[in-house]
Every structure is written in structure tokens, then in C-alpha cells.
């Protein structure tokens, strides 16, 4: 006979949640800035094993929770395989010189004082254009970090304005696979989700720029001035300069803006690296390999190895030279290590009804909008802690919600403004979701470095409180019904 499945407690459910947070807490105490290494996967995985335990106590079958583990992992699949090909791209970007063009042209245009927010502004309309901030970090955002550091900016600062140019344009682009998500868990159209978005997004992202504009004009290179002169006479040396490289960046946005899926467009934007390689850098390919007698052989090491692991053009100047490194596919492991044990772990939250039980609790105090807007927020942003993964921020707190937005008389409108201030925003905050972890590879930069900087990912789901909080700008239902009757709401009785 089936065993009866009980309900967790509120207390059984917080319990995983707690000794999840005890020791991540313990791991930055102990271990710094390389928790990644190996210290938050483990933390994650006795987690889930607590919460396995406490499963198995409710009567729910290991098998049944394998299967959601299973079917979580699976969720994160895609994610984990574009960061592996981010990985190649760029690596080969680094071998074709791409790179380095971007940040050598890019120090003689951007000036220091407006460069923090040139990054906000350059990343958000490439954002808009292909729809995918994880491309914009990738490609623009390498190079916006090679040109911000050469100027002697604070890397958390530079991928802070990355992050927020990079989200606002994934948030505000019809290309956008969580634009289309939101308004579909919601119940309303792409466009109106949009539209009704600028309410909050316009003054997030112009906080933000005012932000950065203030950091610019006030920005002090302290006691190391930057040597710009010298930086672009390194880059000239030791590779092939030239604005024909801009090709293959241009390329591959114009391979995404014309909607191809995204592993096969960064997989083409990798293979064009390989061939600017070829044709346009010997030099550093005969570096990299260490043959400079059979450029046959030094081409398919060096090309193989760009892709897989490691390389690092050799340079005097110290100012750039993690410029002139990357870890390849190789680099991306950890990542991707920390992606599956989070979504192990929330994978046996899932399964053991422990996520359902906590979000629901808190519905019961969301009495006006705003606490309902509110509660909505902080629902996106602890699924985005459990669970690791955006889709699932926004998801489930859709469908949870969805209900109690239309008895409120909200239009569904609102419901997937908020998904989107809260579920995709804060994301990349988390240093073991699959956003946070991510980008932090790709960048280089660790999640809580450039947290305090992502001025955008933060302010947004205080904005969506905000404007709830006033009554500002929420649609109501009934606003449908006393425009299609002529100012007349038949159904309650109230001229307008």
C-alpha cells in the first residue's frame, strides 16, 4: 500500500532553509571569495540531503524525489550548455583578437568620467537588439570589463553597470525569453506587459544612470593612475589591430536579433573567432601553441585549446594581463558544478511540498495591493534563493498568484510587471542561481562583488513596491467595465 503523504509544517519547511543559509554563512567566513570552488556546491547538497530526509519522513518516495531532482537538473540543461559554448566564445574571441580590439578602440572613445554609464547604456540597447542579457555580458560585457579596468575602475563597479544595462534591455526586449514568460504565466499579451512595464523600468534604469553619472565625474583612480598609452601600445604588440575584427561580434547579434535559438548563434559566433584566428593573429596562435614550424599543428592546438582550457597571451604590461587570459569551456566547470546542486536542492524543496508550504504562508498576509505586490516580490526573490532559477521565480509565483490578483480585481497585467521587477531582476544576485553564478564566470567578477553595484537589479522590485504602496498606476479590472458601458459600471451599480 501507498504510504499517506502528510504536509509540511511551516517549521519542517524552513529547516533545509536554515542549515542552507548556516552554512553558506560559514563558507564566506572560512573560505572568502572562493566559496565557488567547492564550499557553497557541498553546503547545497547536505541541504538538500536534510530536506531528503525530512521527505521521506512525510511519507513522499525516494524514487518520486530523484524524479524531481532529475526533472530540476533537466530545467537548468540549457543554461548549463550555453555557458560551456560562452566559455569557447571566449576563449576564441581572445585568440581572434575580437577582444582586445573592442577594449583598444574602446579606451580612445569612452572617457572615464562617462564610462560607467556608456556601459549601462551600450549594454542595454544590445540587450534590447538581441533579447539576451547572458549574450550582452558575454561578448560587449568582457570587453566593457577589459576597458573599465584598464581605467582603473573597481571591477564590481564595472560589472555592476554591465549587469544593470544587460537586465534592463533583457527585461524590456520582446526577444526575451522571460518578456514572454511573465505575461504568459500572467495571463496577458507581450506588448501590454511591456508598455505597462516603463512605469517602473523607466525610473529604475534613470536612477541608475544618474547614479553612475554621479560615480563617473566623482571617479579618483587613487594611487593607481592608469596608463592608457601604454595599455593600447600592449595591445598593438602582441596582436593584429584592426576594425574588420568587429565583424564577428556584429555577426553574432545580427544571427541573434534574427530570433535563431541561442546555442547554435553562440556556437557560430565561437567557430568565427576560430577563423579571424586563423587568418588574422598567426602570431598568437603560434604563442599559444609553442610551434612556430608547422602552423598546420600550432593551429589546432591553439584553437583546441582556446576552446577547452586555458591560454594567456604574454605580456610586460600587468595592467591587462587577466585581460589577455581566459579559462575556456575548462573555466566554466565550478559554475556549472554550483548549478546542479542548487537545483538539486531545489529540486527536493519541490518535491517535498516545502517550497509550496513556505510561499503560502505568506499569501495569508498580503491583505492590501501593496502587500500583495510586496508579497509577490519577496515570493520571486525566495524562489530565486530555493530554487536557483529564474523561470522558476517567475513560474510559480505566476501561477500561485494569478488567482488572487483577478479576486483582487488587478489586471493580470500587474501580476507579470511584478514577476519581471522581482523574478528576472534579482536573479543575478544570487550567487549559486544559475544567473548569478554565470555571469560572475563569465565576468570574473564574484556575485556579491558587483551585488552593491547593480543598482538596477536592486531598485526594481523596491519600485514595483513602490508604486503598488501609492496606488500608482495599477490597473483595475473594473476600468475595462466603465469604459466598454460608457463611463457606467452596470455590474456595480457606481457612475463615474
Not at 181 to 188: C, E, I, K
Not at 237 to 247: A, D, G, K, T
Amino acid at each position: 500500500m501507498d504510504r499517506e503523504i502528510k504536509s509540511p509544517s511551516i517549521f519542517q519547511a524552513l529547516i533545509p532553509l536554515f542549515f542552507l543559509i548556516l552554512f553558506l554563512s560559514l563558507n564566506v567566513y572560512f573560505f572568502g571569495d572562493d566559496t565557488l570552488g567547492g564550499a557553497n556546491q557541498i553546503a547545497l547538497i547536505i541541504a538538500a540531503a536534510i530536506g531528503s530526509i525530512i521527505s521521506v519522513k512525510l511519507g513522499h518516495k525516494w524514487l518520486d524525489i530523484r524524479k524531481q531532482i532529475i526533472k530540476s537538473i533537466s530545467s537548468a540543461m540549457p543554461s548549463m550548455l550555453i555557458l560551456m559554448i560562452i566559455g569557447s566564445l571566449a576563449g576564441t574571441w581572445l585568440l581572434s583578437g575580437v577582444i582586445p580590439a573592442m577594449v583598444y578602440y574602446g579606451l580612445q572613445i569612452l572617457h572615464p568620467s562617462i564610462f560607467l554609464v556608456a556601459s549601462v547604456i551600450i549594454c542595454a540597447l544590445v540587450s534590447v537588439a538581441t533579447g539576451s542579457s547572458w549574450s550582452t555580458v558575454a561578448t560587449i560585457g568582457i570587453a566593457l570589463l577589459g576597458i573599465g579596468t584598464a581605467l582603473g575602475f573597481n571591477t564590481g563597479a564595472i560589472a555592476g553597470a554591465i549587469i544593470s544595462g544587460a537586465y534592463f534591455g533583457d527585461k524590456m526586449s520582446p526577444l526575451s525569453d522571460t518578456t514572454n514568460l511573465a505575461p504568459a504565466m500572467a495571463g496577458t499579451d507581450i506588448f501590454t506587459h511591456i508598455r505597462y512595464m516603463i512605469y517602473t523600468t523607466g525610473p529604475s534604469i534613470l536612477i541608475t544612470i544618474v547614479i553612475f553619472l554621479v560615480m563617473g565625474f566623482t571617479f579618483d583612480a587613487g594611487t593607481v593612475q592608469p596608463d592608457i598609452e601604454g595599455t593600447l601600445a600592449a595591445i598593438k604588440e602582441n596582436f593584429f589591430i584592426h576594425p574588420v575584427l568587429f565583424v564577428v561580434p556584429v555577426t553574432l547579434i545580427v544571427i541573434i536579433v534574427r530570433k535563431s535559438p541561442p546555442l547554435p548563434s553562440l556556437f557560430a559566433g565561437t567557430m568565427l573567432g576560430v577563423i579571424f584566428a586563423l587568418v588574422f593573429q598567426p602570431q598568437v596562435i603560434e604563442q599559444i601553441s609553442g610551434i612556430d614550424d608547422n602552423f598546420a599543428m600550432a593551429s589546432y592546438i591553439a584553437v583546441m585549446r582556446s576552446m577547452f582550457g586555458s591560454i594567456e597571451v604574454h605580456t610586460d604590461h600587468a595592467q591587462i594581463a587577466d585581460l589577455f587570459s581566459t579559462g575556456g569551456m575548462a573555466g566554466m566547470m565550478n559554475t556549472i558544478w554550483l548549478i546542479i546542486t542548487a537545483m538539486v536542492f531545489g529540486g527536493v524543496m519541490e518535491a517535498g511540498g516545502m517550497l509550496v508550504k513556505i510561499t503560502k504562508s505568506i499569501i495569508r498576509f498580503a491583505k492590501s495591493t501593496g502587500s500583495l505586490v510586496a508579497t509577490t516580490a519577496a515570493t520571486c526573490l525566495f524562489f530565486n534563493v530555493t530554487a536557483s532559477d529564474q523561470y522558476i521565480s517567475i513560474v510559480v509565483p505566476g501561477r500561485m498568484f494569478a488567482k488572487t490578483y483577478r479576486e483582487r480585481d488587478l489586471k493580470p497585467e500587474v501580476l507579470s510587471r511584478t514577476l519581471e521587477d522581482s523574478g528576472t531582476v534579482t536573479s543575478v544576485l544570487v550567487p549559486w542561481n544559475t544567473c548569478g553564478a554565470t555571469q560572475a564566470a563569465v565576468l570574473g567578477v564574484p556575485t556579491l562583488t558587483f551585488l552593491p553595484y547593480a543598482y538596477f537589479n536592486m531598485i526594481s522590485p523596491f519600485m514595483t513596491m513602490f508604486m503598488a504602496a501609492f496606488n500608482i498606476k495599477i490597473r483595475k479590472i473594473s476600468e475595462d467595465k466603465k469604459t466598454a458601458n460608457g463611463n457606467l459600471d452596470i455590474s456595480e451599480g457606481k457612475e463615474e
